[in-house]
């Protein structure tokens, strides 16, 4: 018996998993870095929690499972279809859902402030794969459907006419 395609990606998503948090660390770091470095009357404080702590990590999370699922798509691992992309994505969504599990249980705690970015971070790197996937998943979608035109070829040349201005 085979294994779905869309299970050996599934896979690569959670061999991936590491790299996606160690590059959300790195930029979350290095945004951390930037704004000490920026002088106090430019910083905002009211945007400071945003930009720290939530989009570097979606960020770094969807450039390292971008990456992934282009190599993927180019092994012919990444099929079209909704029953697909939660087949792939389903140890991302667990594993983010555990990170708020984590989050929501200690919030109380005194010293969660001494550890909190690690499960966001984590989970947050997570999440940027699953939006990523998503973006990849809908253009595998439409490549597959043009691809499987019969008239590919004059579909491209109409659409291309169509767009110019």
Known sequence: MRTPVSVRAGLAYCVMLPAGIVAAFV????????????????????????????????????????????????RGWLEAGLVSHVRRTAPLYLFTALCGVVIMRARSSPDFGLWAQIPIW?????????????????????VNAHAASPNAEADERENYGSHRG
């Not at 930037?34 to 969807?62: T, W």
């Not at 984590?122 to 439409?142: K, N, P, Q």
């Open 122 to 142: 984590s989970g947050l790197s997570a999440l940027g794969g699953v939006g990523a996937d998503l973006m990849i998943h809908r253009s595998t979608g439409r």
């Open 27 to 74: 930029l979350s770091g290095a945004t951390i870095e930037a704004m000490n470095a920026l002088p106090r009357s430019v910083r905002s404080p009211n945007v400071v929690d945003l930009e720290i702590n939530i989009v570097p990590a979606l960020l770094a999370g969807a450039l390292v499972y971008a990456l992934t699922g282009l190599w993927l798509r180019r």
